[in-house]
């Protein structure tokens, strides 16, 4: 079983702070997705990236691909109330097509 | 309708009933997925059914029987569960199995007592 690790787990920060997310795996990815989960909601696609190296923004997000695409993260500059919720990366291991979720980090942003 | 949706979004339910889970997507795609979110876990995978076809079964008891009756409708029969199926049922599509981009429903908390 392929496993991806997300860390930190659980994160609180102030409106306005900047935070980065990590997301890990001894595996190679030939895709990699990054969701965002509400309370009582489903995850919510934001960004894929595909090439090792990539970074795609996505307003005040700012994800990255590593070069040997085993691992990802997430930026968030100036972060905001709405931030806030659950974050997932997700990939697809070499020619499969199982979509393997990591364990997730919960943010907070607080005023 | 846009995206997927899920009924009923809540759901409690005697570990001797019997229930349904109702997902539905009209967003012309050819595969539909069972994830099953529990506390403190990683989403599960359960079911993949692809062109109507279940191409996977993630070692799930048999209390849980998925049906795809055509490409927009995915159903979970539950029977029998015990209290710790209690969790957030979500039900996801994409445009073909294996493709990135998935689409989630809004999912059905099941509390079973």
């Known amino acids: 079983t392929q496993l991806l690790e997300q860390s930190p787990q659980f994160l609180s920060i102030q409106e306005g702070e900047n935070l980065t997310v990590y997301c890990n795996s001894s595996?190679?990815?030939?895709?990699l997705q990054w969701y965002r989960q509400e309370p009582g909601e489903g995850p919510v696609l934001l960004v894929t990236?595909?090439?090792?190296?990539e970074v795609k923004k996505l307003k005040r997000l700012t994800f990255q691909f590593g070069d040997a695409r085993k691992d990802s993260s997430l930026h968030i500059t100036a972060a905001q109330t709405g931030d806030t919720g659950l974050y997932l990366c997700?990939?697809?291991?070499?020619?499969?097509?199982?979509?393997?979720f990591g364990t997730g980090t919960q943010l907070k942003v607080e005023l | 309708e846009t995206g997927v949706t899920q009924t009923p979004r809540h759901l409690v339910m005697g570990m001797t009933n019997k229930k349904s889970l109702k997902c539905e997507q009209h967003?012309?795609?050819?595969?539909m997925y069972w994830y099953k979110q529990s506390a403190k876990k990683p989403l599960e995978l359960m079911f993949v059914y692809s062109l109507e076809e279940r191409v996977e079964n993630n070692s799930v008891p048999s209390r849980f029987s998925p049906e795809c009756p055509n490409s927009s409708h995915l159903f979970l029969h539950l029977h029998t569960l015990q209290p710790e199926d209690s969790a957030l049922y979500l039900c996801?599509?994409?445009?073909?199995?294996?493709?990135?981009?998935?689409?989630f429903g809004s999912g059905t908390r099941l509390t079973v007592v």
């Open positions: 997700a990939g697809f291991t070499g020619g499969g097509n199982k979509l393997t």
């Open positions: 990236v595909v090439t090792g190296g």
């Open positions: 996801a599509s994409s445009l073909r199995w294996g493709t990135a981009g998935y689409t």
């Open positions: 967003l012309g795609h050819n595969a």
């Open positions: 595996s190679v990815f030939s895709s």
